[in-house]
């Protein structure tokens, strides 16, 4: 019913910057919160960036200051801008849509992407 797709990742230099897009589609009556989270290989999946439909924004301390959260509620789409990348922000980064849809529109579930990778290498 509801189908979230992220693109943008790829392989960028320590340093670099990327722009990450989630574009949510589908039945969809109302989204909530729109965030990225990222997981490595063995690590458990961790919060990156949220966006509550006020707009407003929350950050984990390893990004802050580097990564930047936006989105387009016409558009149904959150975006990542991160800047002076690590290495260690190498994973796969997630889209994690909160929405309701037209069938159950008093009922917000949440829906993932699949991914995409990052890569900081020099």
């Known amino acids: 019913q509801v189908q979230v797709v992220e693109s943008g990742g790829g392989l960028v230099q320590p340093g670099g910057s990327l722009r990450l897009s989630c574009a949510a589609s589908?039945?969809?009556?109302?989204?909530?919160?729109m965030e990225w989270y990222r997981q490595g290989p063995g690590k458990q999946r961790e919060l990156v960036a949220a966006?509550?439909?006020?707009?407003?924004?929350n950050y984990a301390d390893s990004v802050k200051g580097r990564f930047t959260i936006s989105r387009d509620n016409a558009k149904k789409m959150v975006y990542l801008q991160m800047d002076s990348l690590k290495p260690e922000d190498t994973d796969v980064y997630y889209c994690?849509?909160?929405?309701?849809?037209?069938?159950?529109?008093?009922?917000?579930?949440?829906?993932w992407g699949q991914g995409t990778q990052v890569t900081v290498s020099a």
């Open positions: 994690l849509v909160v929405a309701a849809t037209a069938q159950s529109t008093g009922l917000y579930t949440k829906y």
């Open positions: 589908g039945s969809i009556f109302s989204i909530n919160d």
């Open positions: 966006m509550p439909r006020d707009g407003s924004a």
